[in-house]
């Protein structure tokens, strides 16, 4: 225990929190005005060579958020995984980015990813995964009774049930497309039916459910930017469909059931 403190740096971790807290808030400035450019938003197709496709791009693009906190941890001297902190890294955070990197990756339909994106994004997942991993390992202290904790059940109760939105979602994307289909169509179905942006409701649900059950600043910081990254994206995906497709659900709303 006395290794695992001598090696945080509470100063580090702070500033890196409220770095990625003020990219959110940058990025929700950028996004309300106009949604990133990939997926249904790309205006251009661009340069051929820009382009990567889409089970590549997912794969490589959020790969690092995997890997760097499970490099951590293997690096980690001595490797241990009792701690709660890397338990509930491993459990929850290395969970979904396994399924997002080696699952969701290999399934996915959409269409090719633009090349810079992919840039960003890794360097974002590298950026988030060492935040998140690092905290966890060396500086997260949980008392002994903190898996009886209400924080923690309600935050891994949270995380499940917005993971189960979250993957339940983007398979029923992903069925509106037959292999080598580009089209867009009305998603139907499961959360669908109450709001356009589904699967990212449930992304959100999930990481303040982590947030809650890991009761850290980093894990806040890193739900405040999904919500200010993806919850953009929902409302830039809900007026898309207004504006496409005239029999769009009228009482369906962007983000959240029944209220917006
Ligand atoms: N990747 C998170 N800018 C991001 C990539 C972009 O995982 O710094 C954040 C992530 C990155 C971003 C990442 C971080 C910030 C970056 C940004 C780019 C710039 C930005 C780096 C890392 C940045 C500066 C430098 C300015 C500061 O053809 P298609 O692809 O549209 O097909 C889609 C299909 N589909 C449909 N098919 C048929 N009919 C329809 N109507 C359809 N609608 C959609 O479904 C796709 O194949 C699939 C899903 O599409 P969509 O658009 O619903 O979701 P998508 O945005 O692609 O996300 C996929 C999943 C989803 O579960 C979501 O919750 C999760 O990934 N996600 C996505 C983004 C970020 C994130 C989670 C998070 O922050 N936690």
Redesign the pocket.
């Known amino acids: 225990m006395s290794f695992c403190v001598s090696l945080c740096s509470p100063s580090l971790v702070l500033a890196l929190s409220s770095l990625l807290g003020a990219?959110g808030f940058?990025?929700l400035c950028?996004n309300l005005r106009a949604p990133?450019r990939?997926?249904?938003h790309q205006e251009k197709p661009g340069k051929p060579w820009a382009r990567v496709p889409?089970r590549c791009a997912?794969f490589l693009?959020?790969l690092p958020s995997f890997l760097v906190p499970a490099l951590l941890l293997a690096l980690r001297s001595p490797p241990r995984l009792e701690p709660p902190g890397c338990r509930l890294l491993c459990g929850m955070f290395c969970g979904h980015y396994f399924h997002?990197t080696f699952i969701?990756s290999f399934f996915?339909?959409?269409?090719t990813?633009p090349l810079q994106?992919l840039l960003?994004?890794m360097?974002?997942?590298i950026y988030n995964g060492f935040l998140q991993g690092y905290y966890m390992i060396y500086c997260a202290q949980y008392p002994k009774d903190w898996f009886s904790d209400f924080r923690f059940t309600s935050g891994v109760l949270l995380f499940l049930f917005g993971m189960g939105i979250?993957i339940h979602?983007?398979i029923l994307?992903?069925q509106?497309?037959k292999p080598g289909d580009?089209?867009?169509?009305?998603?139907q179905g499961g959360l669908f039916t109450y709001v356009s942006?589904a699967?990212?409701f449930?992304?959100i649900v999930e990481?303040f459910g982590y947030a809650i059950a890991t009761w850290s600043i980093p894990a806040f910081a890193?739900a405040l930017?999904?919500l200010c990254?993806?919850g953009p994206?929902a409302y830039h995906?809900h007026r898309y469909?207004l504006r496409m497709f005239t029999d769009y659900p009228k009482s369906r709303k962007a983000l959240i059931p029944f209220i917006f």
Do not use: M, V
């Open positions: 990219l940058l990025l950028l990133a990939y997926g249904k889409a997912w693009q959020e997002r969701y996915t339909r959409g269409r990813f994106i960003f994004g360097l974002f997942c979250n979602s983007d994307l992903r509106l497309r580009y089209t867009y169509k009305i998603p942006g699967n990212f449930g992304e990481w890193f930017f999904t990254f993806i994206r995906h469909y």
